[in-house]
Nanobody, 119 residues
Framework: QVQLVESGGGLVQAGGSLRLSCAAS????????MGWYRQAPGKQRELVAR???????AYADSVKGRFTISRDNGKNTVYLIMNNLKPEDTAVYYC?????????????WGQGTQVTVSS
């Protein structure tokens, strides 16, 4: 099992910045990558950014150029630096860790942290 604990959410004005952190513990060796998803009220959960063990990154088009994902392997922690935040970035942000299995992938989730961007 893998446990994920997020921190760093909050309220910020449009144009501001926040940094989210996600600390992983447990069976870290089984993880193939980590990332961040978000879910706004009435919308489906969507991928924001992810980073693989090899360091490859991927971003949603809506956050490219504004958000940066990184990881500190020594601390088993992944970060999401969010700049130039917009009201449409308001959502609950969930840390995700995944491992590839024969049937596809298995996902672990954090409890979520609220990000609210005021206009």
């Amino acid at each position: 099992q893998v446990q994920l604990v997020e921190s760093g959410g909050g309220l910020v004005q449009a144009g501001g910045s926040l940094r989210l952190s996600c600390a992983a513990s447990g069976s870290i060796f089984s993880i193939n990558g980590m990332g961040w998803y978000r879910q706004a009220p009435g919308k489906q959960r969507e991928l924001v950014a992810r980073i693989t063990n090899g360091g490859s990154t991927a971003y949603a088009d809506s956050v490219k150029g504004r958000f940066t994902i990184s990881r500190d392997n020594g601390k088993n922690t992944v970060y999401l630096i969010m700049n130039n935040l917009k009201p449409e970035d308001t959502a609950v942000y969930y840390c995700n860790a995944f491992r590839v299995i024969m049937a596809g992938r298995y996902d672990y989730w954090g409890q979520g942290t609220q990000v609210t961007v005021s206009s």
